[in-house]
């Protein structure tokens, strides 16, 4: 059995973890597979949103495989951490909108998975949580970098401190995610967003990302120099003509990239 489905709906590739014995467990061979599927999304003109979900009804993730992490070398848990990390910042820069469709637990990695993605739609089902602060550790591969800049430093803290699990609606709360939905309409809503974004430039949108995900971090004038680096040269572009002529025609424009 394939560890990661990857389907494409009409301008949105939809990943879905396919190990629901384990929970979506993130083994090795998963991490790797899932690297390797963003990075085809990221490349494919015709797409322009990711979706990321879990198979079964019990988990979207529930982080790392603990099983296979406990037959590897201290070297070994330091690489599959790195290889994490290597898989968060794939979804961080990947210039399409980056959707986590969350349904059930959402643990450790898979939270941190949800963190790195654009935004995040949860069932009413979903809970969250960090068991790696019961068992000697932290989670190894950004979510303390994340998850302050989503829901503030204090926030944070008190979620890792405590290792206290929330339910979607506390999350929604906070600002963790920003949908609530039944666990039937997921998946709809995922997609529903996905074809919202389907209106915009994919051009704008990859540069409108990356200045948020950059100059959030910047001074404010080197964040808006930044900023006008990434916008000036859409001024060129088929798409931004294309934008004009569809306005002043009052129809959709019909971006194609470039």
Not at 31 to 50: F, N, Y
Not at 99 to 105: K, P
Not at 171 to 187: D, T, W
Not at 228 to 241: F, V
Request: net charge neutral; proline share 5%.
């Amino acid at each position: 059995m394939t560890v990661l489905i990857y389907e494409k709906i009409d301008k949105a590739v939809m990943l879905t973890l396919n190990r629901p014995e384990s929970m979506n467990a993130l083994s090795h061979e998963l991490v790797d597979r899932l690297i390797d599927a963003v990075k085809e999304a990221s490349e494919d003109r015709d797409c322009r949103s990711v979706i990321l979900t879990g198979a079964g009804e019990k988990a979207f993730c529930a982080g790392t495989d603990l099983k296979e992490r406990r037959t590897l070398s201290p070297e070994e848990k330091w690489a599959q951490s790195r290889g994490g990390w290597k898989l968060n910042q794939a979804l961080f820069n990947s210039p399409k909108a980056v959707i986590a469709a969350i349904g059930g637990w959402c643990l450790g990695g898979g939270f941190e998975l949800a963190l790195y993605c654009d935004t995040r739609i949860a069932a009413d089902d979903a809970r969250f949580g960090w068991p790696e602060m019961t068992l000697g550790a932290y989670p190894g591969s950004g979510a303390a970098l994340m998850l302050p800049r989503i829901v503030g430093p204090a926030r944070a803290k008190q979620l890792f401190f405590t290792a206290r699990r929330i339910d979607a609606h506390e999350a929604y709360r906070i600002g963790l995610v920003e949908r609530v939905v039944s666990r039937p309409a997921l998946l709809d809503a995922a997609l529903e967003f996905a074809r919202e974004v389907e209106k915009t430039s994919p051009l704008g949108l990859a540069a409108v990302k990356r200045s948020i995900n950059e100059g959030g971090d910047l001074p404010l004038d080197e964040a808006a120099k930044l900023d006008q680096m990434l916008r000036q040269p859409l001024e060129g572009t088929h798409d931004y003509e294309e934008g004009i002529r569809a306005h002043f025609e009052k129809r959709k424009p019909v971006f194609i990239g470039s």
